[in-house]
């Protein structure tokens, strides 16, 4: 009777799909083995190489003047040092900072400052402060990124206070210009920690200086700097910000007026960056 039965069956059971459980392996995935024993698929890590080239860029990469690019997001800085003129005896204080916002990867705006006050002399104390709005452009690789920026505002809020000067705002006022600014430069990543920085700026007078030199005059800065990536340094902060570097950078600036002699200049700042 079974020889009946199999001598029936066997062309039927021949003809019918078969499923395999497929056979586990020491290459088979990790996600494999969680999904068959009723475990989730812990996240892993995407390899760089795999991601879109626009995709494919550090969490932030450092830029001069204590900025920073993101991929999306809010930073802001803040530095201070020192800044002397060959036409000045003493060097002065120096006060900068700036707040951006990426609104694409490739876009970003904001608002800065700098300020320089002290007495760069014995009779004089000057307070220079600028205060202007943020515009860029960025082009991004893995560990480098770089941009094209434009600024336009409040060039300089001067007030000289000397022995003889009067209390009358509208005579201190007058000595305000608006001005237009270019820059370009980038960072790179060279190490897990550190970033190397150099930009270039371009600030244009758009109206006289000052009291002293009633002419408009193009004001060059080239900024060469260095960063810390206080995130590698120390992982358990990534919970809090996206982005924290620590910085410090040399500014070599010239002043170009429509008459008269350029004077050069020389700065130095420490400060701090942090994105959100």
Known sequence: MRLCLLAFLGPVL????????????????????????????????VPMASLPAHDRVEVSIPYPNASMYMYRGIYASFAGGRSQNDAESQPVFQWQGEAQYFYA????????????AGSPSDEEQRVDNRYFLLMGFHKAWPRAAGYIGLRAGVDDVNFSLLPNDTLDFNDRLSETHAGLGMALGGGWKFSRLWGATLGQRADISLVRQN??????????????????DMLRLYPSIEDNVKALYLLTELQFGQSLPEKGAMTQSFAWILGMSLAF
């Open 14 to 45: 021949w003809t019918l799909p078969l499923r395999a459980e497929p056979s586990l392996s020491l290459n088979t995935p990790s996600s494999t083995l969680e999904a068959r024993s009723g475990k989730s698929p812990r996240k892993r890590l």
């Open 105 to 116: 990867p490739w876009f970003s705006g904001g608002v800065g400052f700098r300020i320089n």
């Open 211 to 228: 009291a002293k030199n009633p002419y408009r005059a193009i004001n060059l800065l080239t900024q060469p700097g260095l960063a810390l």
